[in-house]
């Protein structure tokens, strides 16, 4: 098993179609599953992060103008989740939300390489799958540049650059050209997907940080009672 993983993994960056293809077209499939190629090395990814970097840090509101001090705390809690998805759990977040947006985007830039939606998500799992290893490359940037989580280098630039620069490579060897066409379809591809992906990402780490407040306070009544 483990070998049939680093085979795909060495397979997908340097000859993609072979791997892609044959899942989708053949029975006989010497490569790992795509979504199970993702979601492991998500998984292993994240207890990486998790047991190395310390990800705790003091929330930061700037200025948040309330005297609230529920609304206040939902807010910190909100945006340790949003640190924490695009950091600490931003292989599980890249597995469930970027590969979809990426295959939405690939619709629209990729319908003259690769058709169905299947099929955009076939190959988005073997890329960003692949790109966990690049996502590795963030942790001693995390434990040793003393740069705060809360610095868009780290939750944001470094995170987006990780996960874009294998894809694109992959992207670019999948459909075999190098034209200025084939580059634009490419970026827009995945910016498009990114976007979405950031704008999903936001989204669902407010709701995350609200129900965290919102169990933590329920805890609390339920104690004082």
Known sequence: MFQKFITT???IYNHPRNVI???LESDDRDFFHPFLFLIIGALVVAAANTILVDFSF???LG???TDNEQMREIAEWIQVSTVRSTTQFLPISSAFLLVPMLSIGGIFFFRDYITGFFSLLVMNSYAVGAAMLFQMLLIPFWMFSGVSLLDPMANATLPALAIAIPTLWIYKSYIMSSDFLAWVRIIST???GYVLYAVITGFAASVIGYMI???QRISEMSGAL
């Open 9 to 11: 993994f060495k397979e």
């Open 21 to 23: 293809d044959q899942f």
């Open 58 to 60: 003091d929330p930061v």
């Open 63 to 65: 200025e948040f103008d």
């Open 190 to 192: 995945f910016i498009v």
């Open 213 to 215: 407040f919102a169990i």
